[in-house]
C-alpha cells in the first residue's frame, strides 16, 4: 500500500528504532565519542609542528566521516533487521562511500569559505551584513537540509558526490514543505541539545535516525511499493 511522507509517522518510527535498538545505539556512540575525543586531544596536545597537526587533522576527517557512515549503516541495517540478521561488516563503510562523502564536504566547504572570504573583501556596510548572513544561511540550510539525505544516497545508494546532491533534490522536492517542517523541529531539538552536553549526547544519534528513516520515507513516498518501515513498526 502506498504510504505517503508523514512528519509524525517519520518521528514515531525514529522514536521506536532508538528505544529498541538503545544498547546497540549508546555503545556505538560511546565508542565514537571516546575515539573522536581521544584524537582530538592527541592532536591538540602532543602534536605542535603544523604540517603534522594538518595532517593529523584530515586522518580525523577521515576517521569522523567513517564513523558518520557506519552510523547511518547501523540504522539501516536496525530499520531492516525484521527481515535479517546482521553482522559488524555489515555497518563497515565501503571505501567508495568515504570517497565520495568526504569529495562533497570538501567541495561544499572550501565553497563555503571561498565566499566567507569574498564577501570580507567588499567594504563594511549593509551590503556586506545582507550578504553574509544570505551566505551563513545558505551554507547552513544545505548541510543541515540537503547534506545529510546526500549522506543516506552514498551509502544507500553508493551514489557519487554529485549524484547524490542531483538525487536528494529531486528526492525532496515533491514533499519539500513537510520535510522543512522536520529541519524546522531537527533545529529546534539540536538548539536543546546545546543548552547541556548530555543533551546532545541524545540528541546528536537521535537526529541522525531521524532523517535516515525520513529518507526511507521519502523513497517509498516517490513508489508505489509497500511501505515496509510503516507497516513493521
Same mark, same amino acid.
Given at each position: ?49 603544523? #604540517?603534522?597537526? $594538518?595532517? +593529523?587533522?584530515?586522518? *580525523?576527517?577521515? @576517521? &569522523?566521516?567513517?564513523?558518520? %557512515? /557506519? ?41 563555503? #569559505?571561498?565566499? $566567507?572570504? +569574498?564577501?570580507?573583501? *567588499?567594504?563594511? @556596510? &549593509?551590503?556586506?551584513?545582507? %550578504? /553574509? ?50 529541519? *524546522? ?49
Amino acid at each position: 500500500m502506498y504510504h505517503p511522507f508523514s512528519v509524525t509517522e517519520t518521528l514515531s518510527i525514529a522514536w521506536h528504532i532508538l528505544k529498541k535498538n538503545f544498547a546497540t545505539i549508546a555503545v556505538y556512540s560511546l565508542i565514537a565519542i571516546v575515539i573522536v575525543a581521544g584524537a582530538f586531544f592527541v592532536i591538540d596536545f602532543f602534536i605542535n609542528d603544523l #604540517v603534522i597537526a $594538518t595532517i +593529523g587533522g584530515f586522518i *580525523l576527517l577521515i @576517521g &569522523i566521516s567513517f564513523i558518520f %557512515l /557506519g552510523f547511518i549503516k547501523l540504522v539501516f541495517q536496525l530499520i531492516d533487521r525484521e527481515y535479517y540478521d546482521f553482522e559488524f561488516s555489515d555497518i563497515v563503510p565501503k571505501i567508495r562511500m568515504l570517497i565520495s562523502y568526504i569529495i562533497l564536504l570538501v567541495i561544499v566547504s572550501t565553497l563555503a #569559505v571561498f565566499m $566567507t572570504n +569574498g564577501i570580507k573583501m *567588499l567594504g563594511e @556596510g &549593509i551590503v556586506q551584513n545582507l %550578504l /553574509g548572513l544570505c551566505i551563513f544561511l545558505f551554507i547552513q540550510f544545505f548541510f543541515l537540509f540537503y547534506f545529510p539525505i546526500c549522506a543516506c544516497f552514498i551509502v544507500d545508494d553508493e551514489s557519487g558526490p554529485f549524484e547524490s546532491v542531483a538525487q536528494s533534490f529531486n528526492l525532496i522536492k515533491g514533499n519539500f514543505l513537510k520535510y522543512f517542517l522536520l529541519f *524546522l523541529f531537527i533545529e529546534l531539538m539540536v538548539f536543546i541539545g546545546t543548552l547541556t552536553r548530555i543533551g546532545m549526547v541524545f540528541v546528536v544519534p537521535f537526529v541522525n535516525i531521524l532523517l535516515v528513516v525520513a529518507y526511507r520515507k521519502l523513497v517509498y513516498s516517490h513508489l508505489d511499493v509497500d511501505d515496509d518501515i510503516t507497516e513493521t513498526v
